[in-house]
């Protein structure tokens, strides 16, 4: 069952920018929902005291560039659907 969630501009922006970078680690695509249950798997760890603080950084300052190649991704998938 699917749920509807209210998210700010800047939220989603970091949101796709994550989706984008775990796309292009994985080699595979990457839905937003599997993107917010890996930083909750993140913060979890995190929370434990595994200190994964430093990927999830990297992951928001390392994916410039690649969003407008992940929307165009997924625009495309969104509209064969």
């Keep these: 069952m699917s749920e509807i969630i209210r998210v700010s501009k800047d939220v989603k922006e ?12 994985k080699g595979k695509k990457v839905s937003l929902n599997e993107t917010i ?11 434990k005291g595994n200190k994964n603080s430093q990927l999830l950084l990297s992951l928001l300052g390392s994916a ?18």
């Design 14 to 25: 970091k949101l796709v920018k994550i989706s984008a970078e775990l796309q292009l680690s």
């Design 37 to 47: 249950g890996y930083l909750i798997t993140l913060y979890e760890e995190n929370k």
């Design 64 to 81: 410039r560039g690649i969003r407008e190649e992940f929307e165009r991704s997924r625009i495309e998938d969104e509209s064969s659907s």
